[in-house]
Antibody, heavy 121, light 108 residues
Framework: EVQLVQSGAEVKKPGESLKIPCKTS????????IGWVRQVPGKGLEWMGI????????KYSPSFQGQVTISADKSISTAYLQWSSLKASDTAMYYC??????????????WGQGTPVTVSS | SYELTQPPSVSVSPGQTARITCSGD??????AYWYQQKPGQAPVLVIF???ERPSGIPERFSGASSGATVTLTVSGVQAEDEADYYC???????????FGGGTKLTVL
C-alpha cells in the first residue's frame, strides 16, 4: 500500500528555519517524482515544486524559487521541504504528493495528510 | 503565465447533476485532472487524463473535454459530494503543475 506520511503541526517565529518531512512507503521511492503543494487557510492549492529522488532533479514554481528548498533522502524514502528564514506569509498547510509524471501525464495520485505550519511572533 | 479558470461555486439539490467547468488555453494540448477536497482533508484524485476515473471513485463522477474547456460532472449528487473541486493541468514543459482556483460544490 502506497503511503505518504507527514509530520505534525509546526509553530515557528519569523526568521526561524524549518524542514518538514514526507515519509513514503509501499513503492520504489527513487522512481517517482514527489511534489509539494501549499494551501493558505481558506484558499486554493498552489504548486511549489517537485523532486525526482532517483537523481535529485528538482523543479520549482517561479513563485517559490529561492524561497524554499526541496530535497530527498533515498536511504529513508523521505522527501523534505525546507525554509531558511520563515515569514508570517508562510503560514499554511503543506501537502506532499506522489506524481505520475510521464511525457504525457503529470498528476498527484497519492497525497500526504498535510503539515500545518504557523509562523507568528 | 498559464491559468485555469473555474467558477467559484456551484449549487445543486440532491439527486441532480452538477457540472463544474475549467477553462485554460493549454487544455487542448495538455490533459486535465480533477481533485476533490473535503474540509480538513487532503485532496483526492477523482478524474485523470480528462476522462478516466481512478479505482474506488464512484461512477457518478465523470470528465469531459472540449477544446479549451474541461468539465467535471457529478450525476445524482449526494450530500457526501459537497466539497471543493480543483482542476489541474500542466504548462508546455510538462513539469509545472497548474491548479484552478477551485469550485465549492454545495448540496442544497
Amino acid at each position: 500500500e502506497v503511503q505518504l506520511v507527514q509530520s505534525g503541526a509546526e509553530v515557528k517565529k519569523p526568521g526561524e528555519s524549518l524542514k518538514i518531512p514526507c515519509k513514503t512507503s509501499g513503492y520504489d521511492f527513487s522512481r517517482y517524482w514527489i511534489g509539494w503543494v501549499r494551501q493558505v487557510p481558506g484558499k486554493g492549492l498552489e504548486w511549489m515544486g517537485i523532486i525526482y529522488p532517483g537523481d535529485s532533479d528538482t523543479k520549482y514554481s517561479p513563485s517559490f524559487q529561492g524561497q524554499v528548498t526541496i530535497s530527498a533522502d533515498k536511504s529513508i524514502s523521505t522527501a523534505y521541504l525546507q525554509w531558511s528564514s520563515l515569514k508570517a506569509s508562510d503560514t499554511a498547510m503543506y501537502y506532499c504528493g506522489r506524481l505520475q509524471l510521464t511525457t504525457a501525464t503529470n498528476y498527484f495520485d497519492y497525497w500526504g495528510q498535510g503539515t500545518p505550519v504557523t509562523v507568528s511572533s | 503565465s498559464y491559468e485555469l479558470t473555474q467558477p467559484p461555486s456551484v449549487s445543486v439539490s440532491p439527486g441532480q447533476t452538477a457540472r463544474i467547468t475549467c477553462s485554460g488555453d493549454a487544455l487542448p494540448k495538455q490533459y486535465a485532472y480533477w481533485y476533490q477536497q473535503k474540509p480538513g482533508q487532503a485532496p483526492v484524485l477523482v478524474i485523470f487524463r480528462d476522462t478516466e476515473r481512478p479505482s474506488g471513485i464512484p461512477e457518478r463522477f465523470s470528465g469531459a473535454s472540449s477544446g479549451a474547456t474541461v468539465t467535471l460532472t457529478v450525476s445524482g449528487v449526494q450530500a457526501e459530494d459537497e466539497a471543493d473541486y480543483y482542476c489541474q493541468s500542466t504548462d508546455s514543459s510538462g513539469f509545472h503543475v497548474i491548479f484552478g482556483g477551485g469550485t465549492k460544490l454545495t448540496v442544497l
